[in-house]
């Protein structure tokens, strides 16, 4: 059973940084990638940024130039560093793991509120 470990979140004043982290169970041979998505309330659950098992990142539209994501191998961990935060960042945020298998694991999830 895949594990997924989500750490970090909190509330912070707009213009802040947040860190996330998510720690995997998984071996590293298994895993295509690894990333973050969020869920407003209300609204879909969207990418905020992913990196896959090669190195090559993606993020979402709206978080381009203010987040980063970042991917440890060594300790089969992925870090996202979210700067510039605005309100609209609020909201639940999903580690997911996607499998070389094409399977779909998700964390928990950990709120992540800004205040305006």
């Known amino acids: 059973q895949v594990q997924l470990m989500e750490s970090g979140g909190g509330l912070v004043e707009a213009g802040g940084s947040l860190r996330l982290s998510c720690a995997t169970s998984a071996s590293i041979f298994s895993i295509s990638a690894m990333g973050w998505y969020r869920q407003a309330p209300g609204k879909q659950r969207e990418l905020v940024a992913i990196v896959s098992r090669d190195g090559r990142s993606n993020y979402g539209d709206s978080v381009k130039g203010r987040f980063t994501i970042s991917r440890d191998n060594a300790k089969n961990t992925v870090t996202l560093q979210m700067s510039s935060l605005k309100s609209e960042d609020t909201a639940v945020y999903y580690c997911?793991?996607?499998?070389?298998?094409?399977?779909?694991?998700w964390g928990q999830g950990t709120q992540v509120t800004v205040s305006s």
């Open positions: 997911n793991l996607h499998s070389m298998l094409a399977v779909n694991y």
